[in-house]
């Protein structure tokens, strides 16, 4: 079980490398979104803004997010380490989400382009 | 009468039956749209195995080649595992020798020249005509992520594509292919508005692909355009024509009035190939194009 110190670094991580590619910024320029990221079982959430091709971290998740995902810690810091693609929990049932499929599959394509 | 059976993801409302006589055999060639219903189209897969010559998957691929790789479709490959006696076809060997044939002879008959610029909206899927067209000198912006995710980001180089290819191959292997291409009634939906999208037509001279990605964004003024596609009904012609296409160019041939995707046109082959199996190669797929005189058909729609 990934701790909330754990899926902190992950997120934190996940900012640095979307923010050191500059193809990532640009394919990204015109999508505004923000995330809260929910542990279910550590009970803690996080946020991350995208703005204008740049992630930041928040430490205090968004008040009204577009995008909110939510799964156990593990799961979620899985995801922002890139070692499973958020669609693959997405689809057993395994992560939770409120808002469009459309900025998962986002989501999951910014994953991919940074991790592969 | 031999008979081909395209079985499609797509919309039922553009299903099509036609009889041809191809190389002294007689074929009975159509198609069957299960409106995006996966599980549906399985269950006529089975119904058909062992009853007809040949079989299409239409609406998904099972494989793609890009850059000498290949990428399986994972939502494509059970489909295709579902049919266990009769020969089943992508249309992905078709693709990629008469789509790139396409090329070379319209190249020839002056519609594509160095200078022309393309838009064509998905390469993953038509690598084949991807490469020709660069080879042949045009100006090609590739559309895959504008159409497939919405991120728009021109691409405009094959080296790119087949980054995109191998960064994305994971996702293609697992996800729902309903997550990357409209299947059963999204394929009827008028194309969208999107001014951001729509300035990628305005800048082509030749927009090409997947008809469904093709008219997904397309505006109003088309004036002048040319497009180079496959799978137009008499209802999609009548829309181009509105909007000021000049020429409409199918890779395939039409038949009993509109042109068949190349799914259907590879399983007739096999079926005409009298193999009893799916392994064509490209070399007998060559040989039967040539013989069959298979060329693009060119219409003009607003003279």
């Known amino acids: 079980m990934a701790t909330a110190e754990e899926l902190k670094a992950s997120l934190m991580d996940f900012e640095e490398n979307y923010n050191a590619n500059p193809k990532l910024k640009t394919m990204n320029r015109d999508w505004n979104r923000k995330v809260r990221v929910k542990a279910t079982d550590v009970e803690v959430e996080y946020g991350l803004d995208l703005k204008d091709g740049v992630v930041r971290f928040l430490e205090q998740p968004p008040a009204e997010p577009d995008l909110v995902v939510a799964s156990d810690g593990e799961t979620l810091t899985s995801m922002f380490y890139g070692e499973v693609s958020p669609s693959e929990p997405y689809m057993d049932g395994t992560l939770k989400v409120t808002g469009s499929e459309e900025d998962l599959i986002r989501l999951d394509f910014v994953t991919a382009m940074i991790w592969g | ?303």
């Open chain 2, 1 to 303: 009468m031999k008979t081909v059976v395209s079985v499609s993801l797509g919309s039922s409302s553009r299903d099509h039956t036609a009889e041809v006589e191809w190389l002294g055999q007689r074929l009975s060639i159509s198609r069957r749209g299960t409106d995006g219903d996966f599980k549906r189209a399985v269950q006529v897969l089975q119904e058909l195995d062992g009853r007809v010559d040949a079989i299409g998957l239409g609406g998904i691929d099972v494989y793609l080649y890009v850059g000498g790789k290949r990428y399986v479709i994972g939502d494509g490959l059970k489909l295709l595992q579902a049919v266990k006696q009769t020969p089943v076809v992508d249309g992905s060997g078709v693709k990629n020798t008469l789509e790139r044939d396409a090329v070379r002879h319209l190249a020839r008959a002056g519609l594509l020249t160095p200078s022309t610029r393309v838009l064509l909206v998905s390469s993953l899927d038509r690598f084949g005509m991807a490469e020709a067209m660069v080879e042949m000198g045009c100006d090609v912006t590739f559309g895959d992520l504008i159409f497939t995710l919405g991120v728009d980001y021109p691409i405009k180089t094959l080296a790119e594509v087949e980054e995109l290819a191998e960064k994305y191959k994971s996702r293609m292997e697992k996800l729902p292919f309903t997550f990357f291409y409209p299947t059963g009634s999204q394929q009827d939906k008028a194309p969208t508005v999107n001014p951001a999208f729509a300035r990628y037509y305005g800048e082509a001279d030749v927009v090409a692909g997947d008809f469904h990605f093709v008219r997904k964004f397309m505006p109003e003024a088309m004036t002048g355009k040319t497009v180079l596609t496959q799978t137009t009904t008499a209802a999609d012609v009548e829309m181009m024509r509105r909007r000021g296409v000049k020429t409409l160019i199918t890779t395939t041939p039409v038949l009993g009035g509109r042109s068949f995707a190349t799914n259907v046109i590879e399983a007739a082959l096999v079926a005409l190939s009298g193999h009893g199996r799916a392994d064509v190669s490209p070399e007998e797929y060559q040989d039967l194009i040539r013989r069959l005189e298979l060329r693009p058909t060119i219409q003009s729609l607003n003279p």
